[in-house]
């Protein structure tokens, strides 16, 4: 089965533009994730899609962040303005099962945007 | 709060000696750890998960709970197994993982 697919695999923006990032789940899964790491930092939690629905945001930093998941097919992320600490690798993964405890197990994750703010 | 802690940013041993990442928790109730691993030019994928009691790739960890630790230990380093490996943990209530800042760990010829 393909993976789960995300473009662009990099960009370079400037301070104050917008920049959309895509992700495609493995075909069927009803869950996908938005994580991404600063440089120096942890992977942290952005968000999490149950087919359309976004069941937790928790983790999205601001309002500058906007994701959508329609059709619960592919994900977006825009990041609009875009600032200097946005800079980073952004991951999504996806999993089929709901159960909490397929966590972890379930999950495929994509290889990432690498995206700078300059 | 939930954190995983990694003390070490950057790991280096020879190939054939022993290898050990640490790990270190904060966690109320039961946690559930994993170990992923990101080789070069790969996405990340799970090493381990503590509830399986599995070794991958020679690894092992084990959860010791009176410590709130997880390492990651290997007797014998290879070569390929230079990579970046992150601790993370399953926050219970919601289905996320919280990682740890991740070890990049290089095994010299």
């Known amino acids: 089965e393909a993976g789960v697919t995300q473009f662009p695999s990099h960009s370079v923006i400037e301070k104050g533009q917008t920049v959309t990032l895509r992700c495609d789940p493995i075909?069927?899964?009803?869950?996908l994730y938005w994580y991404r790491r600063v440089m120096g930092k942890e992977i942290k939690f952005l968000l999490h899609?149950?087919?359309?629905?976004?069941?937790?945001e928790s983790g999205m930093p601001n309002n500058r962040f906007l994701a959508e998941r329609t059709g619960g097919t592919y994900s977006t992320l825009k990041v609009q303005p875009a600032e200097l600490e946005d800079s980073g690798v952004y991951f999504c993964?996806?999993?089929?099962?709901?159960?909490?405890?397929?966590?972890?197990?379930?999950?495929?994750f994509g290889s990432g945007t690498r995206l700078t703010v300059v | 709060a939930q954190r995983v802690t990694q003390p070490e940013k950057l790991l280096s041993v020879f190939k054939g000696a022993p290898v050990e990442l640490k790990c270190n928790y904060s966690?109320?109730?039961?946690?559930?750890l994993f170990w992923y691993v990101q080789y070069s030019r790969q996405r990340l994928q799970l090493l381990l998960r503590?509830?399986s009691r599995e070794s991958i790739k020679g690894f092992t960890a084990d959860l010791n709970k009176g410590e709130t630790s997880f390492h990651l230990k290997k007797p014998f380093a290879q070569e390929e197994d230079s990579a970046m490996y992150y601790c993370?943990?399953?926050?219970?209530?919601?289905?996320?993982?919280?990682f740890g800042q991740g070890t990049r760990l290089t095994i010299n010829p």
């Open positions: 993964a996806s999993s089929q099962d709901r159960g909490q405890g397929n966590i972890g197990r379930g999950y495929t």
């Open positions: 075909s069927g899964h009803d869950n």
């Open positions: 899609f149950v087919k359309e629905s976004k069941q937790d």
């Open positions: 966690y109320s109730g039961s946690p559930e």
């Open positions: 503590h509830i």
């Open positions: 993370a943990l399953k926050d219970q209530g919601a289905q996320k993982l919280v």
